[in-house]
């Protein structure tokens, strides 16, 4: 069955960087898009972007270019969102998200993965 | 962007009752190419990430249980809930999957009364 199985929380300090990883299960990683969602405490669903799991090409969504990187790794079956000069308000849930086959919705999530940034 | 607005904001329906959340896009989801509405539907307990149940506006996904049915096109959309169960107990979100970014409504809150 398919699964997507995310890395630990983090704690990091700002000025940081961390790096999340998304390990797929089930299925072939290059045959079906990447998404990545990120869940501030206590609010809704942001999407951050996607990376296209066949050619590596990233796509960032307004918000979130510079400081955020979309990569993959076919051999290992994952997909990593790296996170750069951490501030405060990158305290979040990021979630890793398949795209289904037919359309841009997302019919597999990642558990998410907590990263707090906090002095 | 297109905006997506949700009502209510949280709802209390008694157990075995009909729970009600709708869906309001700024702008037309409906593709006129295929005729379909690209509209999803996601439901989140606490701590758990979201769960894909309905996509296409009314189409279940595999597994989701038919109290769960979508409606609504252009858009205006409803996701009812037919008899409430304690394990409805969750936020569920709209989402738009037309044009990029994709955009999700701010969540709907619903408990039990």
């Known amino acids: 069955q398919v699964q997507l199985v995310q890395s630990g929380s983090e704690l990091k300090r700002p000025g940081a960087s961390v790096k999340v990883s998304c390990k797929a299960s089930?299925?072939?990683?290059?045959?079906?898009?990447m998404n990545w969602v990120r869940q501030a405490p206590g609010q809704g669903l942001e999407w951050m972007g996607w990376?296209?799991?066949?050619?590596?090409?990233?796509t960032y969504a307004q918000g979130f270019t510079g400081r955020f990187v979309f990569s993959w790794d076919t051999s290992v079956s994952t997909a990593y969102l790296q996170i750069s000069s951490l501030k405060p308000e990158d305290t979040a849930v990021y979630y890793c998200?398949?795209?289904?086959?037919?359309?841009?919705?997302?019919?597999?999530w990642g558990q998410g993965t907590l990263v707090t940034v906090s002095s | 962007d297109i905006v997506m607005s949700q009502s209510p904001d949280s709802l209390a329906v008694s157990l075995g009752e009909r729970a009600t959340v709708n869906c309001k896009s700024s702008?037309?989801?409906?593709?006129?190419?295929?005729?379909?509405?690209?509209l999803a539907w996601y439901k989140q307990k606490p701590g758990q990430p979201p769960n894909l149940l309905i996509y296409?506006?009314?189409t279940r996904e595999s597994g989701v249980p038919d109290r769960f049915s979508g409606s609504g096109s252009g858009t205006d959309f409803t996701l009812t809930i037919s008899s409430l169960q304690a394990e409805d107990v969750a936020v569920y979100y709209c989402?738009?999957?037309?044009?990029?970014?994709?955009?999700f409504g701010q969540g709907t809150k619903v408990e039990i009364k």
């Open positions: 998200a398949r795209n289904s086959g037919s359309g841009s919705y997302y019919d597999y």
């Open positions: 089930g299925y072939t990683l290059s045959t079906y898009a």
């Open positions: 990376i296209n799991t066949n050619t590596g090409n990233p």
């Open positions: 702008q037309s989801v409906l593709h006129s190419s295929d005729n379909k509405n690209y």
């Open positions: 296409w506006a009314s």
């Open positions: 989402q738009q999957y037309y044009s990029s970014p994709p955009t």
